[in-house]
């Protein structure tokens, strides 16, 4: 192997990653020696989103500090900053051929594998068309010739996931006697020693892939529902549990002052959102409602195994509503100067027991758990709220520790997802506190 003793390397990704093994497979061509750094996938590390904040996803290659992400883009920088076995030809007119073959991978086959759901006969004829296409432009041992290029490189998918997957699945797509040259391609290519030395274990991602086909067939065989509104951060409690566990769902919008006669049915005590409707039976109010589905869907726990911590957990969601919540209320809400100055006083101490608590990145440690979920308003929606109010009650010069953890809760992938605009969020509170 090559030695780069005098230049750091590193490639950051995950394991069942195929676009990570692209690059793993580059660098062993080329005999670089790197570092691989693991990221959890679902929570990835503060470096990681720093050095690709644009998409915010594996992989991403760092070379003596400088960082490039997308697979293809890396792949194209590696074979141009290491010289030794070339992945791409030199003949201009074969690298165009190549690089195309290898955006047809990813805009054609990838593409229809991300819309196949349940054998949707659409996306599988889509597969089928572009297996096709493969096998016609399949001339040699590999897409490269006699040697592994790019195309190959690109297509590990095909030669190694795809298998497995459908497998799985049960369909028979990828076969020897339809696709006979680039069914052959697929045994040279994952038999290759280089390949081979870093393509992730077969038992290990079948375990992976069963386990999410498994929730993914789970969630559509049940019928989940979330009645809310996009400005109330109760509703953004619930969409983020949901989003944390992977369950699809349908959002039914409620209308802000005029609820619909099928919440009231689903709710009649509180008359209010959110509420989750699963399979018919309905469940309402926040913290419950997270707590049953932490323990109706087993991944990616909320709460702790650990008895003495779920509790801590629960005491210290029940403050924040209990404590916090009722006073910022009362600060909203009141026109007495001397009593929101009082209501002010106590929301402060109830942020400086939250300051105190936090001893790790999330109150649930490494990993998001109820305790960041049920303060996702001072996270989110206390900014915009002081913004609009004038007031000047959580920054980071009074809770650093708080305000960090506001910064790292929101930017979670999950959680960014799932919460609503700030635009709208500040137009909305704008409009409430004028009239």
């Known amino acids: 192997m090559a030695s780069n003793q005098e230049e750091e390397v590193k490639l950051f990704g995950v394991v069942p990653s195929p676009f990570v093994t692209r690059v793993d497979i580059a660098l062993n061509l080329k005999g670089v020696q790197y570092k691989f750094v693991e990221e959890n996938l679902g929570n990835f590390s503060d470096t990681l989103i720093k050095y690709n904040p644009v998409h915010k996803k594996v ?21 141009e900053t290491w010289k030794q076995n070339p992945i791409l030809p030199s003949d201009p007119y074969k690298r165009a051929l190549a690089r195309f073959w290898s955006n047809f991978i990813d805009d054609k086959f990838l593409s229809a594998v991300r819309k196949w759901k349940e054998n949707n006969e659409e996306s599988i ?72 030395e870093k393509l992730p274990n077969r038992e290990t991602l079948f375990a992976y892939f069963t386990a999410r086909m498994e929730t993914k067939m789970a969630s559509n065989q049940e019928e989940v529902k979330v009645f809310g509104m996009l400005a109330s951060p109760f509703v953004s409690r619930v969409e983020i549990a949901l989003g944390l566990k992977g369950i699809e769902y349908k959002y039914q919008e409620e209308e802000f002052g005029n609820l619909s006669d099928t919440l009231f049915k689903y709710n009649p005590v509180y008359k209010k959102v959110p509420v989750l409707v699963h399979n018919d039976k309905p469940i309402s109010e926040s913290l419950v409602i997270v707590e049953y589905i932490d323990e109706t869907w087993k991944q990616n726990p909320i709460l702790p195994s650990d008895p003495h911590k779920r509790a801590l957990a629960r005491f210290w969601s029940n403050f924040i509503d209990d404590k916090y919540m009722n006073a ?9 100067e001397k009593e929101r100055e009082k209501c002010i006083e106590e929301s402060e101490v109830a942020l400086q027991f939250l300051e105190n608590e936090l001893k790790d990145k999330f109150f649930g440690g490494k990993e998001i758990g109820l305790v960041d979920i049920t303060a996702v308003f001072i996270a989110f929606w206390l900014p915009i709220v002081q913004e609009v109010m004038g007031l000047k009650l959580f920054n980071n010069e009074k809770f650093p520790k708080l305000y960090n953890w506001s910064q790292d809760f929101n930017n979670h992938p999950i ?14 509170y704008k409009a409430r506190f004028a009239s």
Do not use: C
């Open 328 to 336: 910022l209320g009362k600060v909203l809400y009141t026109h007495d």
């Open 415 to 428: 959680v960014k997802e799932k919460l609503p605009s700030r635009e709208s969020l500040l137009a909305f």
């Open 59 to 79: 992989p991403v290659l760092v070379h003596n500090g400088k960082p490039i992400s997308e697979s293809r883009v890396i792949l194209e920088y590696i074979d």
């Open 125 to 196: 004829e889509e597969m089928e068309v572009a297996f096709q296409f493969l096998e016609n432009e399949l001339k040699d041992k590999f897409f490269g010739g006699e040697e592994i290029g790019i195309v190959d490189i690109t297509a590990v998918f095909i030669a190694y996931w795809f298998p497995i997957i459908q497998e799985i699945i049960g369909l028979k797509l990828f076969t020897s006697e339809k696709f006979p040259k680039l069914y052959k391609w697929s045994q040279d290519f994952t038999n290759h020693q280089v390949v081979k």
